[in-house]
């Protein structure tokens, strides 16, 4: 019987293909930007948790100011954390290693070209880089404490066409107008944040920049520890220190699971704010299926008083209505599905090929999903189409011409 | 003992609202048809036969009285009774032919039987025979729209048919078609009757197509005028083709 309905539905596909392909228009544009804007934002998170994953998640950053600015903030800032605020962060209980970071944008002439780039001052005694930013050595050396102007250089610097020419290890770059020898290329975390970083010794980073203080700490917990209990306890230390009220905090102490969820967060608006404008092209190809079949339970008056007097009850007419909305809205679906698909992954090849690490990501549920809303979608407006025609007197629409 | 009627109106009254006067088209008729008859209710157009036609396949519901089909009262029956009872007791001819103009005339022939849930290739086997009986055996998978009016016709009666009813209900079964695909049309109604005792009922204004009938029904403005046999029956009015 399912059957039956089904075979008298796809009757309107083959007689009225024009206007059958328009409406499916309508739904397929829908459905297409939803899946590729799903589809890029999901293969956003992915990536992330990937950096999240290769920068540790033991790890808790500290920095001056309030949370809503950020690393970037305290850069600004002229706050700065001391040598007297790491002393006492060392003594907290599950901390592991604590590291003060100099950081700065300088400019970097590499040959005849300049860039303007992160410049880390950093340690190497305290703390290696592989503990620090997840990273290992993939040429040259690991910087050294007693190494005087010698710099290690980010993944993109070396690999990638941040400058024309990229640099080698033994290269020269010249920082702030010091001259510096390359010793060490370090592996990609996939975020440029991270990858077009040059690190030099933090002494050296102090004679040159004119600076003191950190803004930035980092601390990694000791193995069995809870990171979130480390940090907790680092903030109302560092507060009792400074005798601050609890809320009113002149810094910032954040786990990299926060920080993780805070980008998460941020990105998840942004989604579904864009994926919300997506949807309303949806409703408006909806629109389009229920004034479809409205024009079809129109023309067809006729024929469904046909059908009645020869035995069609009012669920048989329905059905059959139904079911042709149904498909107008899933084979919509697949097209939407198929394009959209094919958009993600031509943004993902568009992005790779300007060197942004930017993935699609093909999840089966995005898929099962669309398709489910999509056929959701074209029945939903098809039911007041369908009440409509399933309502028909027999003796009325035999006189309807 | 006297068999039960087929079909039996009781004081059937049908009033339509047009804008702000109430239309009388059927003013308390009173009919009783037997199995293995074949009627003919004639009249002027206007005079409520085709209400009446509408009233008597259950297409439509009186205002008041009573219809009864085959012992079943149908003036109070919701709508989905009322089509499977349509799908079975009745088979209908209509002026216009009513085929579905994108199914072939096999499809057109099965559908009434899909509708009753008989397999697929019950419902095949069924319509060709139905076919062959009406003569269309070789346009089978010919679309309404290239069949002529007659042959519409006849794809139409083997729709009507083939769910084996026990009225065949035509409603001026001949206006659409050339006289001669018209007697055509009346000389398989003929015998229907006299071969298989099917119970006819022809709504017409056509003479002709009366006397094939063996009792007439004749209509003038929602009451029955005359009611009687065929043979000997005074048409004076009627449009003779």
Redesign the interface.
């Known amino acids: 019987m399912f059957s039956d309905y089904f075979k008298l539905a796809l009757r309107t596909f083959r007689h009225k293909p024009t206007r059958s392909w328009l409406t499916i228009l309508g739904i397929f544009i829908g459905i297409a930007a939803v899946v590729a804007l799903i589809s890029l934002g999901q293969g956003m998170q992915e990536a992330i948790n990937q950096q999240f994953e290769i920068l540790g998640t033991d790890k808790i950053t500290i920095y001056p100011g309030a949370s809503s600015f950020g690393v970037l903030g305290s850069l600004l800032g002229s706050e700065r954390m001391s040598d007297h605020d790491i002393s006492i962060i060392k003594r907290i209980s599950g901390v592991n290693i604590v590291v003060g970071v100099a950081m700065t944008i300088a400019k970097v002439v590499s040959g005849d070209e300049h860039q303007y780039t992160m410049v880390i001052g950093y340690n190497p005694d305290e703390i290696n880089i592989k503990d620090f930013i997840g990273v290992t050595i993939i040429d040259g050396r690991e910087l050294r404490a007693n190494d005087g102007y010698k710099v290690m250089i980010g993944y993109s610097l070396g690999y990638e066409d941040i400058y024309e020419e990229p640099i080698e290890v033994g290269d020269t770059l010249e920082i702030s107008g010091k001259s510096f020898t390359v010793v060490g290329i370090v592996s990609e975390v996939g975020n440029p944040g991270y990858d077009n970083r040059i690190y030099i010794n933090r002494d050296l980073f102090y004679s040159i920049f004119t600076q003191e203080g950190y803004p930035l700490v980092v601390v990694r917990t000791k193995e069995g520890y809870d990171t979130t209990s480390v940090a907790d306890a680092i903030k109302e230390k560092l507060r009792k220190d400074r005798n601050l009220e609890e809320g009113s905090e002149n810094f910032t102490v954040m786990t990299s699971q926060q920080l993780q969820k805070m980008i998460s967060d941020i990105i998840g608006v942004i989604q579904t704010i864009v994926i919300g404008i997506a949807a309303i092209s949806l409703l408006v190809g909806g629109t389009g299926i229920m004034n479809t079949m409205y024009t079809s339970v129109l023309e067809r008056t006729r024929e469904i008083g046909i059908m009645k007097a020869v035995g069609a009850k009012n669920f048989d007419i329905g059905m059959v209505f139904f079911i042709e909305s149904g498909i107008l809205g899933l084979v919509g679906g697949v097209i939407g599905i198929v394009f959209g698909l094919s958009m993600a992954y031509a943004v993902e090849l568009a992005a790779t090929s300007l060197d942004i690490s930017l993935k699609a990501s093909f999840d089966p549920l995005i898929i099962g999903g669309a398709l489910l809303f999509s056929f959701i979608i074209g029945s939903v407006s098809g039911i007041i189409p369908t009440l409509q025609a399933a309502k028909l007197k027999p003796a009325e629409s035999l006189r309807y011409e | 003992m006297k068999e039960k009627p087929i079909i039996e109106l009781e004081n059937v009254r049908k009033t339509y609202r047009m804008g702000e006067v109430n239309v009388n088209a059927l003013c308390g008729i009173n009919i009783k048809i037997n199995r293995g008859e074949f009627v003919a209710i004639i009249g002027h157009s206007g005079s409520g036969k085709s209400t009446l036609m509408?009233m008597i396949?259950s297409?439509?519901l009186p205002t008041r009285g009573r219809i009864k089909l085959d012992g079943i009262d149908i003036s109070s029956l919701p709508?989905?009774q009322l089509?499977?009872l349509?799908?079975?007791k009745i088979g209908?001819v209509?002026q216009s032919f009513?085929?579905?103009?994108?199914?072939t005339a096999i499809e057109n022939v099965m559908?009434?039987l899909?509708?009753?849930?008989v397999s697929e290739e019950e419902r095949k086997e069924r319509s060709e025979k139905m076919l062959a009986r009406v003569g269309m055996q070789a346009r089978m998978e010919h679309l309404p729209k290239e069949l002529s009016g007659g042959e519409q016709q006849r794809v139409a009666i083997a729709?009507a048919l083939v769910?084996e009813p026990e009225v065949i209900l035509a409603d001026e079964p001949t206006g659409n078609i050339d006289y001669k695909s018209g007697l055509e049309i009346m000389k398989l109604f003929d015998r229907l009757h006299k071969e298989e005792k099917r119970t006819i009922i022809v709504v017409t204004h056509e003479r002709f197509v009366a006397q094939y009938a063996e009792r007439i029904i004749q209509l003038q403005d929602g009451t029955i005028l005359k009611d009687g046999k065929a043979k000997g029956f005074d048409f004076n009015g009627i449009k003779q083709k």
């Open positions: 509408n396949g297409l439509d709508e989905s089509a499977q349509r799908g079975k209908f209509f009513n085929l579905i103009p994108t199914l559908l009434p899909m509708f009753k849930n729709r769910v």
